[in-house]
Structures are given as structure tokens and as C-alpha cells.
């Protein structure tokens, strides 16, 4: 079945750690994104990628790095200059031609800071 | 700047019942819009897409949605309320091609029996 897959589901990491959230499509989609949802507040946007080795920086980028060494893959790393990390971590994909301009969205992972 | 506003923080629906869930936006160019559907701890469902043609579009469990232009709104309908409808319900506008999403602040439904 395709379809986008993130671990772990639950993440717990003590202040001052970095940790890395993983994001894996198999729907050859050329872009994908990641999302942070906090309660009240949607989904604000961290980073994007359109393509392999080339990203950009979303809203809320500060305190987050990702990489886009292959297609199918796209982790996002909180690092301890995030400030309040804990959160809902969302990943999606889509494609980027043709009719088909929908984010599909993965099941998420929720980070908490102790 | 982009925007969208779903006003309605929470919305609690008897069982049977009809729905409108409101969402407005905010954009320069011609939009794309969406209503996504998100259970407690899960991700997020697309419910139906609205890219031109038919202002009146289709979705998935029994949802629809009009897109009016005048009113730059894109409400969300459903006739008859079921118990799994409960849920929080995002909508969100983009544009053709590769897209950032703008999300509103989303809608929790209630149905009561």
C-alpha cells in the first residue's frame, strides 16, 4: 500500500537533546513538508522540500534542520535551540505536476520535552 | 497575506442532525481548497478538494462543500450527522503546482446522541 509513514509515534527526549523524527512516502511524490500543531493553533509549516538535496525554510524554522538525501525519506531534527519543542509533528508529501495537487498526510508524532 | 479563518472553534451537532462548518480565506491568487478531517492522535484525512470547474464539490463519507467566490468562503456540509463524524476539521487554501498550505486554526465537532 502506499502511503507516508512516521516514527516513532511517541517520542520523549530531556531538554537539551537533539532528536530526529523520521518521514518515509512511497508514493513517488516529489515534495515534502513538515508540519508542527499545537492545540488551537492549525498547522504551521517548518520546512518543505520540492526536490532530492534542495529544502527551504517553512514559518517556523528556527530550532529545526532537515535533509533530502533521497525522495522516498525527508527527517526533521529538533534541536536543543528549540525552544518548545513539544508538539504534534506532522509529515506530508505531494506531488508537484498535474492534477494531483494534494498533500497526503502522514500519522504523525507527538514529541514531548521532560 | 494568506489566511484562513474557520470561525467556529467548537460546534456540537445532534446525532442525525445537518452540518456547515465555515471556512473564509484569504488569497491573491486563484485558490485551491481543501477540508481536511483529523481524529484524536492521528493525521490528517483529505474530505474533498476544490481545484476549478463545479463550485459544488464531493467528498469522501458523505461531505460536500461550495465554493463561493464573491463570498471567498468554502463551507462544509454533511445532511445527516454520524457519531464517527466527531472529530476536528481543518481547512486549508494553496495554489496550483507545488504549494505551501495555509491551514486555518481548525473546528472540533461534537455530536451528542
Known amino acids: ?114 | 497575506a494568506q489566511s484562513v479563518t474557520q470561525p467556529d472553534i467548537h460546534i456540537t451537532v445532534s446525532e442525525g442532525a445537518s452540518l456547515e462548518l465555515r471556512c473564509n480565506y484569504s488569497y491573491g491568487a486563484t485558490p485551491y481548497l481543501f477540508w481536511y478531517v483529523q481524529s484524536p492522535g492521528q493525521g490528517l484525512q483529505l474530505l474533498l478538494k476544490y481545484f476549478s470547474g463545479d463550485t459544488l464539490v464531493q467528498g469522501i463519507k458523505g461531505f460536500e462543500a461550495e465554493f463561493k467566490r464573491s463570498q471567498s468562503s468554502f463551507n462544509l456540509r454533511k445532511p445527516s450527522v454520524h457519531w464517527s463524524d466527531a472529530a476536528e476539521y481543518f481547512c486549508a487554501v494553496g495554489a496550483r503546482g507545488f504549494q505551501k498550505l495555509v491551514f486555518g486554526t481548525g473546528t472540533r465537532l461534537l455530536v451528542s446522541p
Not at chain 1, 502511503?3 to 515534495?31: M, W
Not at chain 1, 525519506?73 to 536543543?80: A, D, E, N, Q, Y
Open chain 1, 1 to 114: 500500500d502506499g502511503g507516508i509513514t512516521q516514527s516513532p509515534k511517541y517520542l520523549f527526549r530531556k531538554e537539551g537533546q537533539n532528536v530526529t523524527l523520521s518521514c518515509e512516502q512511497n508514493l513517488n511524490h516529489d515534495a515534502m513538508y513538515w508540519y508542527r500543531q499545537d492545540p488551537g493553533q492549525g498547522l504551521r509549516l517548518i520546512y518543505y522540500s520540492q526536490i532530492v538535496n534542495d529544502f527551504q525554510k517553512g514559518d517556523i524554522a528556527e530550532g529545526y534542520s532537515v535533509s533530502r538525501e533521497k525522495k522516498e525519506s525527508f527527517p526533521l531534527t529538533v534541536t536543543s535551540a528549540q525552544k518548545n519543542p513539544t508538539a504534534f509533528y506532522l509529515c506530508a508529501s505531494s506531488s508537484t505536476s498535474g492534477s494531483t495537487d494534494t498533500q497526503y498526510f502522514g500519522p504523525g508524532t507527538r514529541l514531548t520535552v521532560l
